[in-house]
């Protein structure tokens, strides 16, 4: 199933013999083997055919002993399934999500906002929008076309002097920049004249180059955020050790579930690290996953849930109410959600 050609997004349904029905999704990004995900998805149903959903920790031994020799494809396809599996747990024991994971610390959440890329002017209008709107962060991109250093300088100034200090912005660059001196650079520019601690950088340098980022964090006025560097338990131990960052952005599938991060939200209570949720694209379902898994944590960065489906091409519904700027979770079991078989059937493309 495709939506807006940046994707392909792989529902699993899993159905128990007492009838209960649960569901996961598997993101693969344009560029990716559509062919070999499915390949791993067969393998893994067949795999596990039998096995007690409800325990993930025995359904992640038997996947691994499946299909141990593909990694990087079963870091998603595991955490579908065991989206699934505690989509069905809490079905079984007629609780929410979150209740599964540990109980929630609220259901009421602030989101952040991602702003369009546009000329300066339009820019700050429209952070003053999504604040009024109720939303408690902003986030944007930069280096993504043709527009020069200066006029990313500028937008991002623009935005800085539209909102209050207490709404934080942070700068999306996705290790676009060649070394440490650029993004130096860039934000000893921007904070020249006047000083903003509401800004941080996401991703500066490449997600492998954790020195680097160390080293930049020492010498940024701003915070570090990284996103792609934290793909498991074993990658943000790393990133702790070597203090290359001052808050992440965390992803369920990059990480290879919701066990595996909250493994990671663990490591990062310990380590005086911000957790900000992200869940940049997926259907309702793959969102709801995300936003339980905020719900369990005591100190919560705003979200980033968007809309990444068409509203005639969004297979769920349910799991959570966008109200302004905040998102709601409700007490349905499970992850809450129900899917419209018509919409899904519509969307399918064979493989």
Not at 77 to 97: H, I, T
Not at 158 to 165: F, G, I, P, R
Request: aromatic fraction near 4%.
């Amino acid at each position: 199933m495709s939506s807006r050609s940046s994707f392909d997004l792989v529902i699993v349904k899993v159905i128990t013999d007492s009838s209960l029905v649960g569901f996961g999704e598997v993101i693969s990004r344009s560029g990716s083997s559509s062919s070999g995900l499915m390949n791993v998805l067969k393998a893994s149903a067949k795999a596990l055919i039998g096995s007690d959903i409800l325990n993930p920790n025995a359904m992640g031994c038997t996947l691994d002993d499946a299909i141990d020799d593909i990694r990087t494809t079963w870091s998603a396809v595991g955490a579908a399934f065991e989206m699934a599996s505690f989509d069905l747990m809490g079905k079984a024991r007629g609780v929410p999500a979150y209740s599964v994971l540990g109980g929630q610390y609220r259901t009421n959440l602030e989101r952040s906002a991602l702003l369009a890329d546009v000329a300066p002017e339009e820019a700050a209008l429209q952070a003053k929008k999504r604040i009024k709107e109720g939303f408690c962060g902003l986030k944007m991109s930069i280096r993504d076309g043709n527009r020069s250093a200066e006029q990313d300088l500028n937008t991002v100034l623009a935005v800085l002097d539209a909102v209050e200090s207490d709404i934080h912005l942070n700068v999306l660059v996705g290790n676009k920049w060649e070394n440490a001196e650029q993004v130096t650079s860039f934000f000893s520019s921007l904070l020249s004249d006047s000083f903003f601690g509401n800004v941080s950088v996401e991703q500066p340098l490449s997600p492998l180059d954790l020195d680097g980022l160390a080293k930049l964090r020492e010498i940024l006025p701003v915070s570090v955020v990284l996103s792609e560097s934290v793909s498991s338990p074993d990658a943000m131990v790393q990133i702790a050790h070597h203090a290359a960052a001052d808050r992440i952005a965390l992803n369920i599938s990059r990480v290879g579930g919701l066990s595996q991060a909250q493994k990671i939200v663990h490591i990062c209570d310990a380590a005086a690290i911000g957790v900000s949720v992200c869940a940049p694209v997926g259907s309702r379902l793959g969102l709801s996953a995300h936003t339980h898994l905020a719900s369990t944590i005591r100190d919560p960065l705003p979200i980033d849930i968007g809309n990444s489906l068409a509203p005639e091409r969004e297979p769920f519904s349910g799991g959570f109410d966008m109200m302004g700027g905040r998102l709601v979770l409700g007490d349905q079991p499970g992850l809450g959600v129900d899917l419209n078989e018509d919409v899904l059937r519509a969307m399918v493309v064979n493989t």
